[in-house]
Nanobody
Framework: QVHVVESGGGLVQAGASLRLSCAAS?????????MAWFRQPPGKEREFVAA????????SYADSVKDRFTISRDNAKNTVYLQMNSLKPEDTAVYYC??????????????????WGQGTQVTVSS
């Protein structure tokens, strides 16, 4: 089992940057889990943002954030990061961190992840 807690959200202007962090705690090895970020804009379904496999050697991004967001992980710190640059108002959402036994894959589906955080709000003003 994995417990994950997101932090780093906030209110920023368009064009700004934010870095989200996801701290994980588990009795097993953090490096056994693939990690991902999803987001849920107001009034919309939860959507995939970025994923990283257990070693960090494979990543995947939604087209809407590619070249602006970067997912990374530090297995020594049990932490996953989402660096978000050039933020747009349409990036406004609650951002969720998720963990799952994805093996070598960076899965894009919510069904690939079993453990979820409570979310952190990101609001981008125009």
């Amino acid at each position: 089992q994995v417990h994950v807690v997101e932090s780093g959200g906030g209110l920023v202007q368009a064009g700004a940057s934010l870095r989200l962090s996801c701290a994980a705690s588990t009795r097993t090895s953090f490096s056994s889990y693939g990690m991902a970020w999803f987001r849920q804009p107001p009034g919309k379904e939860r959507e995939f943002v970025a994923a990283i496999n257990l070693s960090g050697g494979r990543t995947s991004y939604a087209d809407s954030v590619k070249d602006r967001f970067t997912i990374s992980r530090d297995n020594a710190k049990n932490t996953v990061y989402l660096q978000m640059n050039s933020l747009k108002p349409e990036d406004t959402a609650v951002y969720y961190c998720a963990a799952g036994r994805t093996g070598l894959h960076a899965l894009r589906s919510v069904t690939g992840y079993d453990y979820w955080g409570q979310g952190t709000q990101v609001t981008v003003s125009s």
